[in-house]
């Protein structure tokens, strides 16, 4: 499976984005999708992830991200509302078969990653 994001950018807080994830290849494999994010210097954190039985997110975006999927045109969706200067982050999308929803669950790590795109919120 091949990911890419787009829909990164520079944003004043307050305001909105969607980021894109374009998945290619296996596609009919994917069970589960997610949102992941990094600063220089941290861990990468859990954004969001979507699987069929649901969505779960990170505490820090709840109320205010919101993931979604088409599975039609094999493209996950990350609205971004109400940003913050503390969301700016390279965002990464990523994808797993997760037949046993070990990933979902878990947080084993998922087996394909798009290279990422930057979001910036300033002050």
């Known amino acids: 499976v091949q990911l890419q994001a787009s829909g990164g950018g520079l944003v004043q807080a307050g305001g909105s984005l969607r980021l894109s994830c374009a998945a290619s290849?296996?596609?009919?494999?994917?069970?589960?999708m997610g949102w992941y994010r990094q600063v220089p210097e941290k861990s990468r954190e859990l954004v969001a992830l979507i699987t069929d039985a649901g969505t779960r997110y990170g505490d820090s975006v709840k109320g205010r991200f919101t993931i979604s999927r088409d599975k039609a045109k094999n493209t996950a969706y990350l609205q971004m509302n109400s940003l913050k200067p503390e969301d700016t982050a390279v965002y990464y999308c990523?994808?797993?078969?997760?037949?046993?929803?070990?990933?979902?669950?878990?947080?084993?790590?998922?087996?394909?990653w798009g290279p990422g795109t930057q979001v910036t919120v300033s002050s």
């Open positions: 990523a994808a797993d078969p997760d037949p046993f929803g070990v990933v979902a669950n878990t947080g084993k790590p998922f087996a394909s």
């Open positions: 290849g296996s596609v009919f494999r994917i069970n589960v």
